[in-house]
């Protein structure tokens, strides 16, 4: 089956600073790859979402990029601010019902 | 339009108590799962369901059952707890293949 592996799991940056978190998978009949942002107490809610046809897809702050070739992808948010402290997961599927997700990127933003 | 709801929000079992998370959305919907979401580890699928009336077994299915009657509801039954199902259940829906996931909010569950 798919894996997934996601680096890494901390990391804290200074408000304005960007974050990037990388996952790689393992399967490549994988098309779809969604980033979920969970914050206390909720479920994870996407953020951004690419599919295998696409490199590169980028919305106001925050950009994905994906290497079939390497089977990798990441995530990248710039000027990053306070309310972007949340655990951030990466997902990989043929099937969006079938996801299989990275462990998790904890991501602090100090104001 | 509530999205996906999930209840109860938390729960106390005894080991080898059996009960039922349920779930719920409003969506329209033909894809619905389960995961559970353990300290340190992503989230794992323990079921999932294409539409009603058809399910299958995820990476962990072992010691739950579901069944898909309706569209809207997906309900998860724990059969006989154990502490190692001590988790936090998601239950999630989303609209094709490639759409993304709508996940709820979320069942503490505690089995002693």
């Known amino acids: 089956g798919e894996n997934v592996e996601q680096h890494p799991s901390t990391l804290s940056v200074q408000e304005g600073d960007s974050a990037v978190i990388k996952c790689t998978y393992s399967?490549?009949?994988?098309?779809?790859f969604p980033w979920y942002k969970q914050e206390l107490g909720k479920g994870p809610q996407l953020i951004i979402d690419i599919r295998s046809n696409v490199g590169e897809k980028k919305d106001q702050r925050i950009a994905v990029t994906l290497n079939k070739t390497a089977k990798h992808f990441s995530l990248h948010i710039t000027e990053t601010q306070p309310e972007d402290s949340a655990v951030y997961f990466c997902?990989?599927?043929?099937?969006?019902?079938?996801?299989?997700f990275g462990d998790g990127t904890t991501l602090t933003v100090k104001p | 339009n509530a999205g996906v709801t999930q209840t109860p929000k938390f729960q106390v079992l005894k080991t080898g108590q059996s009960m039922t998370l349920q779930c719920a959305q409003d969506?329209?919907?033909?894809?619905m799962s389960w995961y559970r979401q353990d300290p340190g580890m992503g989230l794992r699928l323990i079921h999932y369901?294409?539409?009603?009336?058809?399910?299958d077994q995820g990476e962990v299915p072992n010691g739950y059952n579901v069944s898909r009657s309706t569209t809207e509801d997906f309900p998860l039954r724990l059969l006989s707890a154990a502490p190692s199902q001590t988790s936090v259940y998601f239950c999630a829906s989303s609209y094709s293949r490639e759409s993304p996931l709508h996940f709820g909010n979320g069942t503490r569950l505690t089995v002693t």
């Open positions: 997902a990989a599927s043929k099937n969006a019902g079938k996801s299989t």
């Open positions: 399967d490549s009949a994988s098309n779809y």
């Open positions: 369901s294409v539409g009603a009336g058809i399910t």
């Open positions: 969506m329209n919907h033909e894809y």
